[in-house]
């Protein structure tokens, strides 16, 4: 289980540093943002889930003219970025746009049926303990024909820092992800059509450790479960990560692997 009430703790304390390492987060939303490229929408109403800084908010803001943009997302200081990353840009005045902010949780969206066009989250949803409650959520605020695009993290993610882990603590202290068909399930039983599904690994390549630690650190994308454990912490927590990590080195290179799965899907139209 996610400890919301921390991660809401860990998410406003990295709203200041987000993007400085968010580079792998940066990636994802561009690859989600060319699949959205890729289908004929001209949305009026759309909902960032999980809109951290408010960058894809902006793209939104430039490139569809008099929409309503909801920027909504669990920490209040991200939303705060993201708050003056809109109001410093002229977009929303130019091309007729508002824009709201909303905090809150996604398992709990405090929205009218058929409200949206589009509902965009991007590396986000993994956030969620109960993804079925997002969905369902999600297709009662979407009007018919509505597209949901997402992207989330999937269980490879990080896998050599889980499986160092294991050994050192007979735990994995890395956060829980969904795999690929349990996604798929979920979404199939909420009765969305036109579902496009696909998977990406990407492969990070550090010079130490620490700098691992601090790109997870930097996101707020520490460990969430309310059963994480302590265990080391220091100089020699990191001394004994670098001795087990040498097995996955590649030269003097300590690597991180992502594992990204992409989806679009949309809301069946009840009147045909």
Not at 9 to 28: L, M
Not at 223 to 252: A, D, T, V, W
Request: aromatic share 12%; proline share 3%; hydrophobic share 35%.
């Amino acid at each position: 289980m996610i400890d919301k009430i921390y991660k809401r703790k860990v998410f406003n304390r990295a709203a200041n540093s987000y993007e400085k390492f968010s580079g792998i987060q940066d990636q994802i939303s561009q690859n989600l943002l060319e699949k959205l490229e890729c289908r004929n929408i001209n949305p009026t109403n759309i909902l960032d889930l999980g809109c951290g800084t408010g960058k894809n908010g902006l793209h939104f803001l430039k490139k569809f003219k008099k929409i309503s943009l909801v920027n909504f997302d669990l920490s209040e200081n991200m939303l705060e970025q993201a708050r003056k990353k809109l109001t410093t840009s002229s977009i929303n005045f130019v091309n007729n746009s508002t824009n709201f902010h909303v905090c809150g949780d996604m398992e709990n969206l405090p929205f009218r049926d058929n409200l949206f066009d589009l509902v965009w989250s991007s590396s986000a949803i993994q956030w969620s303990d109960n993804l079925p409650i997002v969905l369902k959520h999600i297709n009662r605020i979407l009007k018919p024909n509505g597209f949901f695009i997402f992207s989330t993290f999937g269980p490879e993610t990080l896998k050599e820092l889980r499986m160092i882990n294991e050994v050192l603590y007979n735990h994995p202290k890395t956060n829980n992800f969904l795999d690929l068909k349990d996604i798929r399930d979920f979404v199939a039983l909420e009765g969305f059509e036109n579902s496009s599904f696909d998977v990406k690994s990407y492969r990070l390549d550090y010079a130490s450790v620490e700098d691992i630690l601090y790109d997870i650190k930097g996101v707020g994308a520490t460990n969430g479960n309310k059963n994480r454990s302590k265990g080391l912490r220091g100089r020699e927590f990191i001394n004994i990560m670098k001795q087990h990590y040498e097995k996955y080195m590649e030269g003097e290179l300590y690597p991180a692997t992502y594992e990204v799965i992409y989806a679009v899907v949309s809301k069946k139209n009840y009147k045909n």
